[in-house]
């Protein structure tokens, strides 16, 4: 069946300026989890979504960054003001979240590049 | 202390050798444990869940400690396309649901 899709698969910006990263699910999978990896760095957590609960933003470096998840599917993850610093991997996953263990999926990533 | 520790080696190993990787964990709340892999500029993929009583799939076996709080992974038989960085996974239940995940330890297969 379809995997975690993510878009863009590639972002180049400018300094300053506003980027939305897409994220799809697996079907079915009602949590959502957004990640960042820097190059050559570990996984660093950002945002997870839970169905219809309050998200768990704990993992957000500041409030330039911002997620939604519409429909308890879809989600977009929002960085405004791009700094340098910004540019990493986005990542997300999706798991169920109904008993058994809970094993999040990765998407592709979107590569973010902050010029 | 980190929640989640590994030894980032790298590890450099022959083809046909056996390698083993350890994982330790803090937090006693930890209810579910999983081995991923992650090759360059690659999404990690679920290598493997890690169970009580052990598992094996093929040439990987995994072990979880749960006195000890650690985690290990076994490959024999090393191949050159097990070159990859391999990540401890951790998920916490305490109050709210959390997922740990290590840095990492990266293996190098030669031939």
């Known amino acids: 069946g379809a995997g975690v899709s993510q878009s863009p698969s590639n972002k180049v910006t400018e300094k300053g300026k506003d980027v939305e990263l897409r994220c799809d699910p697996i079907?079915?999978?009602?949590?959502l989890y957004w990640y960042r990896q820097s190059l050559g760095q570990g996984l660093e957590f950002l945002i997870y979504?839970?169905?219809?609960?309050?998200?768990?933003k704990s993992g957000l470096p500041s409030d330039r960054f911002s997620a939604e998840r519409t429909g308890g599917s879809v989600s977009t993850l929002t960085i405004q003001r791009t700094q340098q610093e910004d540019s990493a991997v986005y990542l997300c996953?999706?798991?169920?979240?109904?008993?058994?263990?809970?094993?999040?999926?990765f998407g592709p990533g979107t590569r973010l590049l902050v010029l | 202390r980190k929640e989640v520790e590994q030894d980032p080696g790298p590890f450099n190993v022959p083809e046909g050798a056996t390698v083993a990787f350890n994982c330790t964990y803090s937090n006693s709340a930890s209810q579910s444990f999983f081995w991923y892999r992650q090759d360059c500029r690659k999404e990690p993929k679920l290598l493997m869940s890690v169970y009580s009583s052990g598992n094996e799939d093929g040439r990987f076996t995994a072990q979880l400690n749960r006195a000890s709080q650690y985690i290990s992974l076994l490959i024999r038989d090393s191949k050159l396309s097990d070159s990859a960085t391999y990540l401890c996974?951790?998920?916490?239940?305490?109050?709210?649901?959390?997922?740990?995940f290590g840095a990492g330890t990266r293996l190098f297969v030669k031939a």
């Open positions: 996974v951790v998920n916490l239940n305490t109050g709210g649901f959390k997922t740990i």
């Open positions: 979504f839970q169905g219809n609960s309050a998200p768990d």
């Open positions: 996953a999706s798991s169920s979240a109904t008993g058994g263990l809970r094993t999040q999926y």
């Open positions: 079907s079915g999978h009602t949590a």
